[in-house]
């Protein structure tokens, strides 16, 4: 037995059937969970999965690039001169 460190549930997994490193995931919350150690059974949140919703987290969907505005402003001195 492991228990999820996301919502403290139990999770049954056979030691001899995991290695270290593998993924699984917790039946009750979904989440996704890496094997550390596999006697005693132990696992820990997905770190691939943390850095993916950071990633998502960090794009705010604004694709205008800034040094863009910047040319267009010099375009508009040239023309008011």
């Known amino acids: 037995m492991a228990t999820c460190p996301e919502c ?3 999770i049954e997994v056979d030691e001899f059937d995991v ?3 593998d993924l699984i995931s917790c039946p009750d919350c979904g989440s996704n969970l890496e ?3 596999t006697s005693p059974i132990e696992l820990d949140e997905d770190e691939d999965e943390d850095e993916d919703e950071k990633a998502a ?3 705010d969907g604004d694709d205008f690039d800034d040094d863009d505005e910047d040319e267009e402003d010099e375009d508009k001195e040239d023309w008011d001169e």
Do not use: L, Q, R
Request: proline content about 0%; overall charge negative; hydrophobic content about 15%.
């Open 35 to 37: 094997v550390t150690s």
């Open 57 to 59: 987290d960090d794009d």
């Open 19 to 21: 290695d270290k490193g």
């Open 8 to 10: 403290d549930a139990e």
